[in-house]
T-cell receptor, first 112, second 113 residues
Framework: QKEVEQNSGPLSVPEGAIASLNCTYSDRVSQSFFWYRQYSGKSPELIMSIYSNGDKEDGRFTAQLNKASQYVSLLIRDSQPSDSATYLCAGMFSGGYNKLIFGAGTRLAVHP | EPEVTQTPSHQVTQMGQEVILRCVPISNHLYFYWYRQILGQKVEFLVSFYNNEISEKSEIFDDQFSVERPDGSNFTLKIRSTKLEDSAMYFC???????????FGPGTRLTVT
C-alpha cells in the first residue's frame, strides 16, 4: 500500500518568514511528486512538480526531493497571509497508471 | 489560461437516484481523471481514462460508477444509485500526458439525502 504522509499542522509562521512543509512516502519506487495548494472549500491548485532528486525553484517556492530518504519538501519564501491554505503533497508511483496519491495536507497559517 | 470546468457546482439528490457529473477537460489534454474528497478527508483517486478506456480504477469505483467521454469535449462521471456515503466533493482533472501535471477543476459538491 503506497502512502504519502504529512503533518496536519497547523504550521504558523509570521509574514515574511520561510515556511517549510514536509512529506514522506512509503514506496521506494517513486515517479514524481506534486505540491498543491487548497483553500477551504476550493479545489487543489498545482504549485510545483518535481521529478528527480534535488531542488527545483519557481518564484518564492522551492521543492526538494530526496528519493533515498523518501522525503519531499516545499519551502515558501517571504510568506504572505494569502499563502494561508492547506498544502497537499501528492505522489505518482510506478505501476500506478498516473494516479495521484495524496497526503492529508498541512495547514499553513501566515500571520501579519 | 485554459482550465478544467465542471457542472453543476452543487448537486443535491436523494438516496438511490442516479447522478451525472460533468467535466470539460483542458482542450489539448489526453488523460482525464476523477477524484473525490469527503469533508475533512484526503483527496482520493477514483478513475483514470485515456484513449476512450479506463486506465485504472480504485476500489471505490465499483459497479455503481461509470465514466464516459460522450463527445470531443465532455467527460462524465455517473453514479447509478447514490448512497449517503457518496456525499463528497468530486474533482475532475486532466493532464497532457500520463506522467505530467494534473490540473483540477473547481469541483462538484454532491449531497445525498
Amino acid at each position: 500500500q503506497k502512502e504519502v504522509e504529512q503533518n496536519s499542522g497547523p504550521l504558523s509562521v509570521p509574514e515574511g518568514a520561510i515556511a517549510s512543509l514536509n512529506c514522506t512516502y512509503s514506496d521506494r519506487v517513486s515517479q514524481s511528486f506534486f505540491w498543491y495548494r487548497q483553500y477551504s472549500g476550493k479545489s487543489p491548485e498545482l504549485i510545483m512538480s518535481i521529478y528527480s532528486n534535488g531542488d527545483k525553484e519557481d518564484g518564492r517556492f522551492t521543492a526538494q526531493l530526496n528519493k533515498a530518504s523518501q522525503y519531499v519538501s516545499l519551502l515558501i519564501r517571504d510568506s504572505q497571509p494569502s499563502d494561508s491554505a492547506t498544502y497537499l503533497c501528492a505522489g505518482m508511483f510506478s505501476g500506478g497508471y498516473n494516479k495521484l496519491i495524496f497526503g492529508a495536507g498541512t495547514r499553513l497559517a501566515v500571520h501579519p | 489560461e485554459p482550465e478544467v470546468t465542471q457542472t453543476p457546482s452543487h448537486q443535491v439528490t436523494q438516496m438511490g437516484q442516479e447522478v451525472i457529473l460533468r467535466c470539460v477537460p483542458i482542450s489539448n489534454h489526453l488523460y482525464f481523471y476523477w477524484y473525490r474528497q469527503i469533508l475533512g478527508q484526503k483527496v482520493e483517486f477514483l478513475v483514470s481514462f485515456y484513449n476512450n478506456e479506463i486506465s485504472e480504477k480504485s476500489e471505490i469505483f465499483d459497479d455503481q460508477f461509470s465514466v464516459e467521454r460522450p463527445d470531443g469535449s465532455n467527460f462524465t462521471l455517473k453514479i447509478r444509485s447514490t448512497k449517503l456515503e457518496d456525499s463528497a466533493m468530486y474533482f475532475c482533472a486532466s493532464s497532457v500526458a500520463g506522467l505530467n501535471e494534473q490540473y483540477f477543476g473547481p469541483g462538484t459538491r454532491l449531497t445525498v439525502t
